[in-house]
């Protein structure tokens, strides 16, 4: 299977970065005032106010989380990469996976998603690095939903599987991971169905 991502420059932060700024502060409360006072003048008080407030709210905290500055935008892309179980490229580089010694990821889930209720909302952001005899390669790419999401892991399966050395880490909190998922959001029976599934017995841990 081939899946190709959206591409950012190799230097881009992909940390999750929460801080606003006070022009995005100032519009997002603007933007909460201008809201209910339109509901107060246009309905009378009471339930169907409350319950309009509701999806307001709802709706607006996806609008908030764009503004956030690690959520990028279309502007930001600077290329495409096409990853396939046999290579990865993009405009200025190919890589043969038969040559690469080594994979490291450091991925953000994909873009708008949570694995529970009380984390973050990710960026989705992706840090990916071949490393290769004599080259390393990198590059800083968006899983925007979950069908990229799906798809990349199962690539990563038929990596592992070629017996490539590959390290996984959610960047937000530096926990070791397989498959995208934090090794300590699996139950042991999970894990040990992953591992098997990757063909591994050992998850490999770097500080």
């Given amino acids: 299977m081939m899946l190709t991502l959206k591409e950012l420059p190799k230097d881009f932060n992909i940390r999750f970065r929460q801080s606003l700024g006070w022009k995005v502060l100032i519009r997002t409360v603007c933007l909460f005032l201008f809201f209910f006072a339109l509901i107060i003048i246009t309905l009378k008080p ?3 106010v409350a319950i309009v407030a ?3 709210m709802a709706a607006s ?3 908030i989380r764009t503004l956030y500055p690690d ?16 290579e990865a490229f993009d405009t200025n580089a190919s890589i043969l996976m038969q040559a690469v ?5 450091q991925h953000n889930y994909y873009r708008n998603a949570t694995m529970n209720r009380n984390d973050i909302t990710h960026n989705g952001l992706m840090r990916i690095a071949f490393e290769m005899e004599d080259q390393r390669k990198e590059f800083v790419v968006l899983l925007k939903n979950k069908k990229e ?3 990349f892991k199962e690539l990563l399966v038929s990596w592992y599987r070629s017996g490539m050395e590959i390290s996984e880490k959610l960047h937000s909190t530096r926990q ?3 498959l995208l998922k934090p090794t300590i959001n699996y139950s042991y029976k999970d894990l040990q169905t992953a591992k098997s599934l ?3 017995t050992e998850l490999r841990i770097e500080s």
């Avoid at 010694?101 to 990821?105: L, M, P, T, V």
């Fill in 46 to 48: 009471g339930l169907l």
């Fill in 54 to 56: 509701l999806v307001f």
């Fill in 61 to 63: 905290s996806h609008y």
């Fill in 71 to 86: 959520w990028v935008k279309e502007k930001m892309f600077i290329d495409t990469v096409t990853f396939s179980e046999t």
């Fill in 101 to 105: 010694k080594k994979i490291e990821i």
């Fill in 149 to 151: 999401f799906t798809a």
């Fill in 176 to 178: 070791t991971s397989l």
């Fill in 198 to 200: 990757c063909g591994i």
